[in-house]
């Protein structure tokens, strides 16, 4: 579970940051739309991931309520309001959820740390 997390976090933080630049340096917007579908795929596998294996989706954690606003927004999808809303937080919804797995990350190591004692 510890690989896991650490390539999600890392790969989280490398596209974000490099999707970031690239839009910067070429201000192109059809890059934006790449990067939505590309970092929200690779967040959506992990999500699933996470759902599968029962990690870290206790009643209490931040990972469950972020799971539930994104099934809330995917099911606004058909209506046409889940497309408008992740239009404008995708890139806040991208930073909360790697935020999530640093929090998940650092939660571990403190296990790990605790169970050295």
């Not at 992990?46 to 099911?75: C, D, E, P, Q």
Request: aromatic share 16%.
């Amino acid at each position: 579970m510890k690989r896991f997390k650490l390539i999600e976090f890392y790969n989280s933080v490398l596209l974000i940051t490099g999707f970031f630049i690239s839009w910067l340096i070429s201000s192109d917007n059809s890059l934006l739309l790449t990067a939505y579908f590309t970092i929200g795929a690779v967040h959506i596998v992990g999500m699933l991931v996470h759902a599968a294996n029962k990690w870290f989706t206790n009643r209490s954690s931040l990972r469950l309520y972020y799971h539930w606003l994104i099934t809330i927004l995917i099911l606004l999808v058909p209506f046409g309001f889940g497309l408008f809303i992740l239009l404008y937080t995708a890139p806040v919804l991208a930073i909360i959820y790697t935020i999530i797995c640093k929090l998940e990350i650092n939660a571990l190591q403190l296990k790990e740390l605790v169970h050295l004692k």
